[in-house]
């Protein structure tokens, strides 16, 4: 059974740093993306950054320049350098990963982690 597990997160000061983390368990063949999405209450789940397993990404254009994901392919983790973080970045991040397990490839999800941006 595959799981992901994040960890970081947690309030900072707008113009703060924190830096998210995730990774993957279970009988996992192959991870190909690897992204993080980030939820409002009330709001869908959007987009913050993706990275496919070329090492192509993507960011989202409110987190461009600020937000670096990065990952770790042997080891199946993904990480969110979250700077300059301002208010309107508060929201639920999930970490997402599009990977290969028992002969098929599906979409897992992390549990999510709170991030709170004030003063």
């Known amino acids: 059974q595959v799981q992901l597990v994040q960890s970081g997160g947690g309030l900072v000061q707008p113009g703060g740093s924190l830096t998210l983390s995730c990774v993957a368990s279970?009988?996992?063949?192959?991870?190909?993306?690897m992204a993080w999405y980030r939820q409002v209450s009330g709001g869908q789940r959007d987009l913050v950054a993706r990275?496919?397993?070329?090492?192509?990404?993507d960011y989202a254009e409110s987190t461009r320049g600020r937000f670096t994901i990065s990952r770790d392919s042997a080891n199946q983790k993904v990480y969110l350098q979250m700077n300059s973080l301002e208010p309107e970045d508060a929201a639920v991040y999930y970490c997402?990963?599009?990977?290969?397990?028992?002969?098929?490839?599906?979409?897992?999800w992390g549990q999510g982690t709170q991030v709170t941006v004030s003063s």
């Open positions: 279970g009988s996992i063949v192959s991870v190909d993306t």
């Open positions: 990275i496919t397993r070329a090492g192509n990404i």
């Open positions: 997402y990963m599009y990977l290969l397990s028992g002969g098929y490839r599906n979409s897992y």
